[in-house]
């Protein structure tokens, strides 16, 4: 409670100043159409900040009452859109490879061979290249990138990148050479070994089971424990870099993370992203004791490292056909999915955890795995009387009709992605059939059924950019902007109501709606500045749409120089 006392106090003094004048600013944010989140102020111009918190929201005639000349930083917003920071509610964060080659959303595909050159000249000789997120139909060219992309600038490296669906990759003739593949290897079952039409050679593409051919021949580079950690270090700094030039100012992990090296970067003044981390649901209640004593280490009301939610998963994937359903699969009618455990093994885990106060959250993908995440819940309310659990649905992707109005009744929150949806659809129709897509990502039902819904991305599954989820929530259609309503158009919302859930939404799910997910006095000064006008601007324009400004608890934490 001592944060938010403060903040009360801190209030009380502006209000009362009495010697006339207004109590300066740190910062103050001017001429903007500021989208507050909040129904009771919802579009205004300005905004004052102190310390961490936002003092003032109102008119920049008003808001400019609070600049002291000398010390006041003053952003001119020059009417661009200045939102709450984004908070990405399901997001695997953590380091990040530093020497990985980021290819996402290359155009050029001579970009790929000037990366490869430029690691290659700060490797040894026959160390792995290791990158990927390419996608070809991103290329102006629209073809599959070929080993002669690459093959020049790494005469004597193994190199592999991989495609932004994970499902391909493309290699060099050192890898080809390396694993035995020529123009007359035969493709493995459920794998391709792409080859060149005229000439039959091997293109350097190699397709899903095709893969496991792979014999890198590398050279593992030697590093001491103390080059490891430092690459370790490194990698934290590239993720949260990462996240604030996203915007993210948030991130929710599920279940486990390394509280202590966050810690470490807070105190350092390197974190940017209020992180909350969670651990494994069980029913062993010595693990669930000892995680009480982490979690009064990292309390609820925290605003920047806190224990999270209990993870737990009912069922698998969509795309590999192990979501658990009520009928078989469509295309795969022999069966409908796994579940992770028993239901009653389930239950009792929740029902247990729950006793002991902990926020669950449960990775559920089919109709069945949903439902019984839903009666799991609603049991724990049977017997543990019911409170203000904001146990989560996490995924929330395929529902019974008749489950849709339990997430309100139970008080459960739906944790969605919106990019799962237009990753999926291309399969999900196929694997379950159009009745029951219908129930898919179905995030419209939710909100009218009165559910409460935080958005995500589920990186790195997905990338981190809440562009492409605010394009996906609001349009259902693929990356590249194809023609028509988008998949099950009526389940599309409004951008208003995706950035809502991509910020109240998910401050809720963490229990911290009563100080962030709007731009409001009084709560924490997480905000961000886009270049485009997300609420008029094209469909096509949303993905292209850039992070000015950062601010986290006040400070400016990322600016891209326009
Ligand atoms: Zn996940």
Redesign the pocket.
Known sequence: MKKLILSLSAAIMIITCSCGQKEKADLVIINGKVLTIDDKNPVSEAVAVKGELIMAVGTTRKISEYIEKETTKVIDAGGRLVLPGFNDA?V?FGPLDPDYIELRYTTDPSVITEKVKAQVSRSKPGELIKGGHWEHEMFTDKRWPTKDLIDKVSPNNPVILSRADGHSILVNTFVLKASGITKNSIDPFGGEIQKDPVTGEPTGILKENAESLIITGEVKPERTAEEESARLWQGYLLAIKEARELGVTSIQV?GNGDFETYEKLRKEGLLTSRIDIGKSLTADTLVLKNYIEIANKYPKDGNWIRFGYLKAFIDGTIGSGTALMFEPFTDNPKTSGLAMMPYDEFENMVVTADKYGFQIGV?SIGDKGNNWTLNAFEKAQKVNGKRDSRHRD??TQTLLASDIPRFAQLGVIASMQPTHCISDKRFCEKRIGAERAKGAYAWKSLADAGATIAFGT?YQ?EPLNPMEGLYASVTRKDRLGETGEGWFPEQKIPMRDAIKYYTLGSAFAQFMEDRKGMIKSGYLADIVITDKDLLTISENEIMKTKVDYTITGGKVVYASGK
């Open positions: 399901h695997h599920p990775h996490e995924h589920d599954v």
